[in-house]
T-cell receptor, first 116, second 112 residues
Framework: GQQLNQSPQSMFIQEGEDVSMNCTSS?????WLWYKQEPGEGPVLLIA?????ELTSNGRLTAQFGITRKDSFLNISASIPSDVGIYFC????????????????FGQGTTLQVKP | NAGVTQTPKFRVLKTGQSMTLLCAQD?????MYWYRQDPGMGLRLIHY???????AKGEVPDGYNVSRLKKQNFLLGLESAAPSQTSVYFC???????????FGPGTRLTVL
């Protein structure tokens, strides 16, 4: 089945540093999504990308949909302690002529820790 | 609006016992999903529903059954729990297939 490889697995950074994480796949995706999960909570959507090459920002977060449609990255600038959590990429794909049921394939997650 | 709620939050079962996890959403969403989350593996889709009265298998459906008798509720059943089903279970819903999926807070299940 389809798989997403997300890296790095974990990061421990100093407050104020920039963070970069990415996801790659051997399959093409039509949509890339980035979620954040805090302890004891479900994932919350940060950024959604719908077109190859698209670059989208949400505050200090910036994400890009790779030109090949097989990868995406998420950058966090000037990290703060509340950025702590697990970040997941997720991809959605469908073939021409088939129904898209909204199913998402998730990466393994990047655990981010920020030292004040 | 409560969004997506899940019952219970925690549960411990013995091998062979059965139980039902309840997911409820008050956003009138058509699509609902059940995922399981295991360390280092992200979230994997168990079953999903594209509308009231419909269900379909996801990536890891074995050992689980689901029902969507009412639009706002999506039930996940374990008929005979196994230790391999120890996991955190998340329910999600969306307006349609291309819209954001909203997740519940999760149910932590331990099977001894």
């Amino acid at each position: 089945g389809q798989q997403l490889n997300q890296s790095p697995q974990s990061m421990f950074i100093q407050e104020g540093e920039d963070v970069s994480m990415n996801c790659t796949s051997s399959s093409i995706f039509n949509t890339w999504l980035w979620y954040k999960q805090e302890p004891g909570e479900g994932p919350v959507l940060l950024i959604a990308l719908y077109k190859a090459g698209e670059l989208t920002s949400n505050g200090r977060l910036t994400a890009q949909f790779g030109i090949t449609r097989k990868d995406s990255f998420l950058n966090i600038s000037a990290s703060i302690p509340s950025d702590v959590g697990i970040y997941f990429c997720a991809g959605q794909s469908y073939s021409h002529g088939s129904s898209n049921t909204g199913k998402l394939i998730f990466g393994q997650g990047t655990t981010l820790q920020v030292k004040p | 609006n409560a969004g997506v709620t899940q019952t219970p939050k925690f549960r411990v079962l013995k091998t062979g016992q059965s139980m039902t996890l309840l997911c409820a959403q008050d956003m009138n969403h058509e699509y609902m999903y059940w995922y399981r989350q295991d360390p280092g593996m992200g979230l994997r889709l168990i079953h999903y529903s594209v509308g009231e009265g419909t269900t379909a298998k996801g990536e890891v459906p074995d050992g689980y059954n689901v029902s969507r008798l009412k639009k706002q509720n999506f039930l996940l059943g374990l008929e005979s729990a196994a230790p391999s089903q120890t996991s955190v279970y998340f329910c999600a819903s969306s307006w349609d297939r291309n819209n954001e999926q909203f997740f519940g807070p999760g149910t932590r299940l331990t099977v001894l």
